[in-house]
């Protein structure tokens, strides 16, 4: 058996992205691409997406165990991947809009998609919803 995972671009522009995931768990816990860039809308002149900014986010994650919070990552590079957030127990928001958003680490070899990982000491039927905004970069 699997999570029961579904990703959705709810609006996905030329510079903006808005996107949902929601994981319902088997136990097993979760990683995965969880937006990859290269897949998004091209902007007005045709070119793709290479780089997302994080502006905000909503979550609610219905995990027992908080000592292993969900990640959200970086790729930056192959297997490699890099954490700029993590979210813990409960339901709570992030808007960085004044701070500029959060940005990629431009690492060596940076893919620009986004990883997620859920912790494997989640409990069958536990949830992860994440609703988050991005600004779409074309470098």
Not at 87 to 94: A, K
Not at 125 to 133: D, K, L, N
Request: proline share 1%; glycine share 10%; hydrophobic share 40%.
């Amino acid at each position: 058996m699997a999570d029961s995972v579904t990703t959705r671009n709810i609006f996905d522009g030329g510079r903006k992205l808005v996107h949902s995931y929601v994981n319902i768990s088997d136990g097993s816990g979760h990683s995965a691409v969880m937006i990859d860039v290269g897949n998004l809308t091209t902007n007005a002149e045709g070119k793709t997406c290479n780089r997302v900014i994080l502006k905000k986010l909503w979550f609610n994650n219905g995990l027992a165990a908080a000592a292993s919070p969900v990640q959200l990552q970086w790729n930056v590079g192959g297997s490699a991947n890099e954490t700029f957030l993590t979210l813990g127990q409960g339901s709570d928001s992030y808007d960085f809009t004044s701070a500029g958003g959060i940005d990629n680490s431009e690492a060596s070899n940076v893919s620009g998609d986004i990883f997620i990982v859920v912790p494997s000491n989640i409990v069958n039927g536990e949830s992860v919803t994440i609703i988050s905004e991005w600004v779409k970069r074309y470098v």
